[in-house]
């Protein structure tokens, strides 16, 4: 069975930061790419970062971060606890969104994800 369960959502101030966290089932962690989506009211749902397998041979996992949110988003994965962790840094009222937790049938962090959690929502205030 493939759980996604994300959490660290929560209602903050401008210029402060959350770290989401996603524990997921062995059977979708191992050997494949997480990522996290966001969508605002209103909008569509956006891909915000990504992050490929890694088995510990080399240093560090191949990973990608959407532009308005580089420098201030970092994605990091922990194989020994099937997690995937989000930190967002000087958060500003346009991250306000609900954060899915996402994984694919696949190594790298490119290409369409199939599976999601149930979302974890962030607001920002000014």
């Known amino acids: 069975q493939v759980q996604l369960v994300e959490s660290g959502g929560g209602l903050v101030q401008a210029g402060t930061s959350l770290r989401l966290s996603c524990a997921a089932s062995?059977?979708?962690?191992?050997?494949?790419?997480m990522g996290w989506f966001r969508q605002a009211p209103g909008k569509e749902r956006e891909f915000v970062a990504g992050i490929s397998w890694n088995d510990g041979t080399t240093y560090g996992a191949d990973s990608w971060v959407l532009n308005s949110v580089k420098g201030r988003f970092t994605i990091s994965r922990d194989n020994a606890k099937n997690a995937v962790y989000l930190k967002m840094n000087s958060l500003n009222p346009e991250d306000t969104a609900v954060y899915y937790c996402?994984?694919?049938?696949?190594?790298?962090?490119?290409?369409?994800?199939?599976?999601w959690g149930q979302g974890t929502q962030v607001t920002v205030s000014s």
């Open positions: 062995r059977r979708i962690f191992s050997g494949n790419a």
């Open positions: 996402v994984a694919r049938e696949g190594s790298t962090w490119r290409g369409l994800y199939e599976y």
